[in-house]
C-alpha cells in the first residue's frame, strides 16, 4: 500500500542482517550452551485453543478469536488467532490499537474501505494502525490470520471515531519478503539451509522475526531473549521438550516459548514456517 515505507521495512532488515562481524560470531559460539540447567520451554497446541465469536452479533458469521498468549481484552501484548469464514467481509471499522498480523490459511484482503481486493496469500504480512479506517475480507474454508499487538485490550469501533496515530499501513505479499541465508546473516550458523526475514522491531528492543525451516531439518535455535514466542504459521515441526524424550507435533497455530537462555530442539519432515517474536538475538545451528 505504502510503497515507501514498504522499502524502508526491506531495507532496515538488510542492513541489520548483514551486519556480520567475526567478533559477534565467536561471542555467540561460546555463549550459547548446549546444556541448560533449569529450561523455561513450554509449548501450546492448537488443539487446545478455546475460540470465542468476536462479534456475537454477527452470528455463525462472525469472525473466531483464539488466544494463543497473553490476554486480547487486557493491557499486555497478545498474540491470538483470527478465523474466518469463506466469504466473510467486515463493515468498514477501526481499532483502538495498531495490530500486525500473517496469513496462516487461505485469502485475506485487508486495505483500506474503497481499495480493490488484494488478496494475501499464506505468509503474507500486514500491519494495521489504530485509527486508521479499513476492512478485513477473507477467501476460502477456515481462512486464518495470526494477529499480535503490543498492549489491549483489542477493540473494534465505528468510523466515525477515526484517529491519525502517525503510522501508516504496509501490506507485504509473501513473493515480496526478503529472506537472507547463512552467507548473509550470523544468525544462520554455516552448513544450514535455513532462512530468515526481520519483520519489524520497536523501540523497546522486540522484534518479529520469520524462520523458514527446510525439510528434513533437524536443529537446534538457541536464544538468550527474555520474551520468545515461536509461532507455527505453515507446515508443522516436532519439537523435543528439554530433559526429557517427549517430542510433539506442533502444527499451524501451535507455539513454543521460552525466558533467558534457552535451546528449542527442532526437525521437520517438510518445510515449515515460524514467526518468533523476541527481544534478542537467535542463533539457528
Not at 52 to 60: F, H, T, V
Not at 71 to 76: L, Q
Not at 175 to 183: G, P, V
Not at 195 to 214: C, D, H, M, Q, T
Request: hydrophobic fraction near 35%.
Amino acid at each position: 500500500m505504502i510503497k515507501s515505507s514498504f522499502y524502508l521495512l526491506l531495507i532496515v532488515g538488510l542492513i541489520v542482517s548483514c551486519n556480520n562481524p567475526k567478533s559477534e560470531e565467536k561471542t555467540a559460539e561460546n555463549t550459547f550452551s548446549e546444556f541448560i540447567e533449569n529450561p523455561t520451554n513450554q509449548i501450546g497446541l492448537s488443539s487446545d485453543i478455546i475460540w470465542e465469536q468476536m462479534n456475537p452479533a454477527r452470528g455463525d458469521k462472525s469472525p473466531l478469536a483464539g488466544t494463543i498468549w497473553g490476554n486480547r481484552k487486557a493491557e499486555v501484548p497478545t498474540g491470538y488467532i483470527g478465523k474466518f469464514v469463506d466469504g466473510f467481509s467486515s463493515p468498514p471499522h477501526i481499532h483502538n490499537v495498531t495490530y500486525r498480523a500473517i496469513v496462516m490459511k487461505g485469502l485475506i484482503h485487508n486495505d483500506d474501505p474503497k481499495a480493490e481486493n488484494m488478496w494475501m496469500p499464506v505468509g503474507s504480512f500486514w500491519t494495521q494502525p489504530a485509527g486508521e479506517p479499513h476492512i478485513t475480507s477473507a477467501k476460502g474454508e477456515g481462512t486464518m490470520a495470526y494477529i499480535e499487538i503490543d498492549t489491549g485490550p483489542y477493540l473494534v469501533k465505528p468510523t466515525n471515531e477515526y484517529f491519525n496515530n502517525g503510522e501508516r499501513p504496509i501490506n507485504i505479499d509473501a513473493s515480496n519478503i526478503t529472506w537472507l541465508d547463512n552467507t548473509q546473516t550470523n544468525w544462520i550458523a554455516a552448513n544450514n539451509q535455513s532462512k530468515i526475514s526481520f519483520l519489524w522491531k520497536n523501540a523497546e528492543g522486540v522484534r518479529g522475526i520469520f524462520v523458514k525451516l527446510p525439510k528434513d531439518f533437524k536443529r537446534n535455535i538457541y536464544t538468550k531473549g527474555t520474551i520468545l514466542y515461536g509461532v507455527i504459521i505453515d507446515g508443522n515441526i516436532d519439537y523435543k521438550i528439554p530433559n526429557t524424550d517427549s517430542i510433539m507435533n506442533l502444527d499451524a497455530g501451535s507455539y513454543f516459548e521460552s525466558t533467558g537462555n534457552s535451546m528449542h530442539e527442532i526437525s521437520t519432515t517438510e518445510e515449515a514456517l515460524i514467526y518468533i517474536r523476541t527481544n534478542d538475538k537467535i542463533e539457528i545451528k
